[in-house]
């Protein structure tokens, strides 16, 4: 009961983070665009419900895709009341004009922005939300990452109703909630980690951890408020501006001295010649042709794309390494190199564009219901793979034809003094892998320890 409480509570943290952003982008479009004819928090009242709606589909004993189909002809039917209740609600229930109202305004949605295409999207939104909700894991990471999504959005948010007085109220209300709706749920999720080792070192300091930053953010947030105002961004603003001018007036010195391409015919050459009779060429930008600038603009994207990332790639690299030398005298943390997890990442968002790609096939054919592995599971499987990539680095890779116990086999062969950890290591992944056996806390704490002791062996080859 305890632990359906804390992931309820999570879920509401959840919800009011996403809900605090939400309420501050909704209501500038509202503003700017509606002049205030909706109501934001009727609209946002959708979330709870919809949340309820999709926890009750969930738990219905059909395939996914049969589940999503059911959730979104709900939404329809709460789309159509939402405008209803906000927009006709002097119109009868069984009057069409309001119905065909709103596919009017979604045709003209590009050429004047009406009520009922805020309420339609924003509920697409909405339940779309709610949705994720419903499948999401609720613990620290995810919090995090929620929060981390959040900040950006309120900033964007704040900056933009800060060049319009009057559109964003209670905006200070909206970031006193967002804060407190997120220091909650980590509180809570950092809580339910009772076995990280970080946890044991700080459990009797959390307390006093969560009211510093409490009291840290309250600060920060005064002196920002006191700080950023309109004339601190119009500052801002202005040297931009004059950086930018600087650089155009320093291209176009340099475009000066570059030679012309091709100089049209004196008029003393053609005589008496109407020189309207002659087709001038098209002229371009330094000589360029179109196309090739395009393919020049194109290359120059790459190329920055490449060096930023390659630039993410080395300060993120730094960053793990600096983390590994820190934790390395904690007992029970383990870290993995970043090309073997970015390797992971990639090869898991690729697998996940192709699932959701193919996603579309389940409406013409009734494929393999696919089995989600539990974590137990995919933490044996992972280890040992980092076993595996371990060896290969040592100068013994696992040959295509071999199965586990071979390769285990040829390991005990070179490394017989670390025979029962490798026996140990591959037995647990070829029950958990091919037996469907789920393995137990003690079972996975002899795994890592096996694993550390592996790992410290200082031999530069195997082989």
């Known amino acids: 009961m305890k632990a359906s409480w804390s992931r309820m509570a999570l879920y509401i943290t959840i919800m009011g983070m996403e809900c605090c ?88 949605a590009p050429y004047d922005f009406q009520p009922e295409v805020l309420l339609f999207i924003g509920s697409i939104i909405v339940w779309w939300l709610s949705q994720r909700l ?13 929060f981390q999504f959040g900040i950006p959005m309120l900033i964007i948010a704040f900056i933009i109703s800060s060049y319009f ?63 950023v105002n309109p004339d601190f961004f119009e500052r801002i603003l202005n040297i931009a501006k004059w950086a930018w001018g600087v650089a155009v007036r320093a291209l176009i010195w340099v475009a000066n001295l570059l030679p012309t391409l091709g100089a049209e015919p004196s008029s003393d050459l053609l ?103 539990p974590p137990e599971v995919a933490s044996i499987q992972q280890l040992y793979h980092q076993m595996v990539r371990w060896a290969a680095a040592k100068g013994c890779p696992r040959q295509p034809t071999q199965t586990a116990y071979e390769y285990q086999a040829h390991l005990v062969d070179l490394l017989p003094e670390f025979g029962e950890e490798f026996n140990l290591i591959t037995g647990q992944f070829v029950s958990a892998r091919y037996g469907s056996v789920v393995p137990g806390r003690d079972e996975l704490s002899r795994l890592r320890q096996s694993w550390r002791k592996i790992r410290q062996i200082r031999r530069k080859s195997l082989a």
Request: charged share 15%; with cysteine.
């Open 21 to 108: 952003w939400l309420f501050a982008i909704l209501s500038l479009v509202n503003g700017l665009v509606l002049q205030g004819r909706l109501s934001i928090i009727g609209l946002l009242a959708l979330y709870p419900i919809a949340f309820g709606i999709n926890m009750l589909v969930a738990r219905l004993k059909l395939p996914k895709a049969y589940l999503n189909l059911i959730s979104w002809l709900i939404w329809v039917g709460a789309m159509l009341l939402l405008v209803k209740l906000q927009i006709y609600g002097s119109l009868a229930l069984w009057d069409q004009s309001w119905l065909r109202a709103i596919p009017a305004a979604l045709r003209q």
């Open 165 to 227: 007085a009057g559109v964003l109220e209670h905006a200070v209300f909206i970031a006193v909630a967002f804060f407190a709706f997120a220091l909650s749920g980590l509180s809570i999720s950092h809580a339910q980690q009772t076995d990280s080792p970080i946890w044991q070192i700080y459990r009797g300091r959390w307390l006093g951890i969560l009211i510093a930053g409490i009291s840290l953010v309250i600060a920060l947030g005064m002196l920002s408020g006191s700080a």
């Open 134 to 146: 419903v499948h999401l894991k609720t613990d620290f990471p995810r919090l995090v990452i929620e």
């Open 271 to 373: 005589g008496g010649i109407d020189q309207d009779v002659f087709i001038k060429p098209k002229t371009y930008i330094f000589g360029i042709s179109e196309s090739l600038r395009s393919g020049l603009r194109f290359a120059l994207a790459i190329f920055f794309a490449f060096w930023f990332i390659f630039a993410l790639w080395r300060i993120s690299g730094q960053v793990l390494n600096w983390l590994s030398r820190r934790l390395a005298s904690m007992a029970g943390v383990e870290t993995e190199s970043l090309s073997g997890a970015f390797r992971s990442d990639v090869l898991r968002l690729a697998k996940c564009i192709l699932a959701r790609f193919l996603g579309f096939m389940v409406f013409l054919r009734r494929g393999r219901k696919t089995r989600n592995l």
